[in-house]
Structures are given as structure tokens and as C-alpha cells.
């Protein structure tokens, strides 16, 4: 018998806790999706840890609420990494939004249909833990303001790189222009999730790719991150007011490039 601590992928109450345990008869993997029983309700959550039962058999005897059990097994293959838990527990901290919420956010729209379209794109997907180049101890920041000087920093650039835009007409407008000297490394963040399997597919396999995208494109499971180029920085679109949690774009680029010991760039182009 095994004890899973579980991120339900809803939006619990801040203080009420926001890792659950639940048990089952086969050990399941940190990061793996489950289907669980919540409140009387089938919820989705994200396994944090498991441990066998022996190494929590005295907690469970002094406790004075019984165990559920583990519904469903959707994914039994660590879907997301470490890393993308560490993203959500930073937006949970730093925002003050329950932790349940911060990775129903950090993660694609309806996850079981995500993981299911990810399973016939590479049946052994398995996320892997971000690249760390240990000899920088934090981000740098550089700014441009010409053109010519954005794309030789892109050619100069190894590894994988995030283009944020804030708005569909600079994607457009930055698309057409680096077609012209990245179309086979170039990736606009997909709107959908059959394309967005490819995508995290091709990160997961450390390809060396330029993504350009909006705001939620800052949640992609990179592995070799070098740079984040955010575009008009000043711009009121990299802040997110529609839907909680009202994050802002900037500060989770800074959160992930000292992650990553990455460099951001901001290019101001008017």
C-alpha cells in the first residue's frame, strides 16, 4: 500500500490546505495525473510525493479522518517536472492564490485531454527536470532598442529561447520578420492542445528552438532555457487582470530566468 500527497487542480480555499493524501495499491510516480475524490466530486490533481505506508503508518492511526483512495490513474508517467511545481508554488507565494489554483494555471486547459493527446505524440514521454548551467549564479539583464541588434542577439543565442509578445499584432509582425532567418527553429505558442503536445515534446527533447508567444507562453516546460526576450516590457498587456491569479509577466520572467540562470532581454520597439 502506497500514500500519494496530491495537488488537486481546482481552486481550494487559500487556508485550507493544498496538498492532499490519498492511498493506493501501486506506487505512482511524482508528477503523474489521478483522478480523485474531492468534497464528493471527481477533481484532477497532480501527485506531488508517494511514500509506502509503513513511513506514514503512525501519522495515519493519530489521524482523525480516514483515507480516500486514488480513483484513477490518467497518466502513470511523470507528466510535469519538478520544475513546473516550483513555477506554481512561486505564483501561489507571491500572489497569495491558493496552490491548487496557481498550477490549474501553470498547466494546459483541460489536462486530460492534454495528457491523452500527449501519450500518441510520444507514448514514453516522461518530463524532465530543467538543464541548470551551474556556473552563472543569477540572470542578467540586457536591453535593446534596433532591430538589426534583436536578431544578431538571436543568432549569437544558443540553446532555447521564449519571444514574449504582448499582443496578437506584435506576434504577427515579429513572425514575419524572424521567418526570414529562424523558420526552422521558429514555434508560435499553439492556441490548442494537439499542437501544444508537439511542442512540449520537442522541449522535453532539449530541440533548439525560438518560441514566440503571449503571456501564457511563460508557463511552457523549457529544458535548456538561455534567454527570455520580452518585447515593449512597458507594455499593460503582460499583466493579467481577466482571471485570478493577476499576475504579472515580468515577475515570473524574472522568477524563471534566475531558474534557469537565464539572460533577459528587453527589446523596445515602437
Given at each position: 500500500?502506497?500514500i500519494?500527497d496530491?495537488i488537486?487542480?481546482t ?5 485550507t490546505?493544498?496538498?492532499l ?5 501501486q506506487?505512482i510516480?511524482s ?5 480523485i475524490?474531492?468534497n464528493?466530486?471527481?477533481v ?7 511514500v509506502?505506508?509503513k513511513?506514514?503508518k503512525?501519522?495515519?492511526?493519530k489521524?482523525?479522518?480516514?483515507l480516500?483512495k486514488i480513483q484513477?490513474i490518467?497518466?502513470?508517467k511523470?507528466l510535469?517536472s519538478n ?6 508554488n512561486?505564483?501561489?507565494q507571491?500572489?497569495?492564490?491558493p ?5 490549474k494555471?501553470v498547466l494546459p486547459?483541460n489536462?486530460v485531454?492534454f ?6 505524440v510520444?507514448p ?13 549564479n543569477e540572470?542578467?539583464?540586457n536591453?535593446i ?6 536578431l544578431?542577439l ?6 532555447q529561447?521564449?519571444?514574449l ?5 506584435y ?6 520578420i524572424l521567418n526570414?532567418n529562424?523558420?526552422?527553429?521558429l514555434i ?5 492542445n494537439k499542437?501544444?503536445?508537439?511542442l512540449?515534446d520537442?522541449?522535453?527533447k532539449?530541440?533548439?528552438l ?5 503571456r501564457s ?7 535548456h532555457?538561455t534567454?527570455?526576450v520580452i ?7 503582460y499583466?493579467?487582470?481577466?482571471q485570478k491569479?493577476?499576475y504579472?509577466?515580468l515577475?515570473l520572467?524574472?522568477?524563471i ?5 537565464a539572460k533577459i532581454?528587453y527589446?523596445?520597439h515602437?
Open positions: 500500500m502506497f500519494s496530491i488537486p487542480l481552486n481550494l480555499p487559500f487556508k490546505p493544498q496538498i493524501s490519498y492511498y493506493s495499491v506506487e510516480k508528477g503523474a495525473l489521478v483522478e475524490f474531492l464528493k466530486q471527481k484532477n490533481g497532480i501527485v506531488y510525493k508517494t509506502d505506508l513511513q506514514r503512525a501519522i495515519i492511526k489521524a482523525d479522518f480516514s480516500k484513477k490518467i497518466y502513470d511523470k510535469i520544475y513546473l511545481i516550483t513555477l506554481a512561486f505564483l501561489s507571491y500572489y497569495f492564490t496552490l491548487s489554483l496557481a498550477l494555471t486547459k489536462i485531454s495528457a491523452r493527446l500527449l501519450n500518441k510520444n514514453n514521454f516522461t518530463a524532465l527536470d530543467p538543464k541548470i548551467d551551474l556556473n552563472n540572470y542578467l539583464v536591453n532598442f534596433l532591430k538589426d541588434a534583436f544578431n538571436l543568432k549569437e543565442t544558443q540553446g529561447v521564449l519571444i509578445v504582448p499582443t496578437n499584432f506576434e504577427i509582425y515579429f513572425t514575419e526570414r529562424f523558420k526552422d527553429k508560435n505558442f499553439p492556441r490548442s499542437m501544444l503536445t508537439f512540449w520537442k522541449l522535453n532539449n530541440e533548439e525560438i518560441v514566440i508567444g503571449n507562453s511563460i508557463f511552457l516546460p523549457f529544458y532555457l534567454n527570455i518585447i515593449n516590457p512597458d507594455n499593460v498587456s499583466k493579467s487582470f481577466s491569479p493577476y504579472h509577466t515577475d520572467a524574472k522568477k530566468a534566475s531558474y534557469y540562470h532581454t527589446y523596445y515602437y
